[in-house]
């Protein structure tokens, strides 16, 4: 039965009904930070790259090395993809991350290839804005919910044409690093994990929000390569992410990555994990 406004008697009942966690994160494989972290302080820096403001650059992190992503000069937000360096049809998955892990990710938690192979690709060894928690908004840090500001969404929504939106910074990083078009490397650009940036949902009207992002300079977050990686980050036309993005109006800064070497027998007897077991009948057999 229900009320001439059309809520049912047992409205309050209904939500009042306790929720379900999808994937118990119980039944992932366990997550050897000790390891991780007793091979970091012998680890040598083999590279590094700086990404320009509001433009993209990729980077190679070997299985087995560490990369770390860092504020240098001001707070500035910036979009990661991440491939399998020999196989880009494996690429980093955010909706599965986040349906594993939550909304946002930190130190534990892991970055997951898409299907079919469906794996670890880098750990989160590191996070010097894990303090941050979760504010009075329900903001956040490192989100797995915001796919990457677009060109598309820019033209629908203000008739302009922008160039330097994240997917177009991580369009042509990946174009210039593989020698693809244009055209073809932008179909690999994908769903980003938002390094530094503080998000969340209106408790409202559940809209995503963005605000001014905790990180100062000398901020990092560090990860464990599972698996050979090809990455390409891009630094945010939005900066901080304090008032907007895809413009030319906030103050933007550069980020760095840098990629680290552990010593000969630090990781003795680690693996990179194998793909997914599912066999991939789907039920044809």
């Known amino acids: 039965m229900s009320n001439h406004d059309g809520i049912p ?36 820096k083999v590279a ?10 990729a980077f190679h992190v070997p299985a087995g090395h560490f990369f770390r992503i860092s504020s240098v000069e001001g707070p500035q937000v910036g979009d990661l993809n991440l491939w ?12 599965k991350t986040r349906a594993l892990h939550g909304t946002h990710v930190t ?6 290839s898409c299907l079919p192979f469906l794996r670890p690709m880098a750990t989160v060894v590191e996070d010097t804005l894990g303090w941050y928690g979760t504010d009075a908004y329900g903001g956040r840090v490192h989100d797995v919910i ?11 929504l203000s008739g302009g044409t922008y160039h330097h939106c994240c997917h177009s910074n991580l369009t042509r990083a990946l174009a210039e690093e593989t020698g693809q078009a244009v055209g073809e490397a932008e179909m690999r650009v994908h769903d980003v994990l938002n390094v530094f940036m503080c998000t969340g ?20 977050l560090e ?25 030319d109006a906030a103050a933007c800064y550069p980020l760095l990555v840098e990629v680290f070497r552990p010593a000969d027998g630090a990781i003795a ?14 039920g044809t057999k």
């Not at 399998?84 to 909706?95: C, I």
């Not at 130190?107 to 997951?112: H, I």
């Not at 949902?201 to 990092?220: E, I, L, N």
């Open 269 to 282: 007897g680690w693996s990179s994990p194998a793909v997914n077991a599912y066999d991939r009948s789907h």
């Open 146 to 156: 915001g796919t990457r500001c677009d060109p598309y969404t820019h033209q629908l």
């Open 201 to 220: 949902f209106t408790a409202d009207t559940g809209q995503y929000f963005m605000k001014a992002s905790p990180v100062r300079p000398g901020d990092y």
């Open 9 to 44: 008697e047992d409205a309050e009942a209904r939500r009042a009904i306790r929720p379900v966690i999808c994937y118990p994160d119980d039944g992932l494989p366990a997550v050897d930070l000790g390891r991780y972290r007793a091979a970091r302080p012998g680890a040598a």
């Open 223 to 247: 990860f464990f390569a599972e698996i050979d990686l090809l990455g390409a980050l891009s630094a945010c036309p939005g900066g901080d992410c304090s008032a907007e993005h895809s413009s």
């Open 107 to 112: 130190v534990g938690d892991r970055l997951w």
């Open 84 to 95: 399998n360096a020999a196989n880009l049809e494996e690429k980093f998955f955010s909706g």
């Open 48 to 57: 590094e790259v700086t990404v320009p403001p509001r433009d993209a650059r």
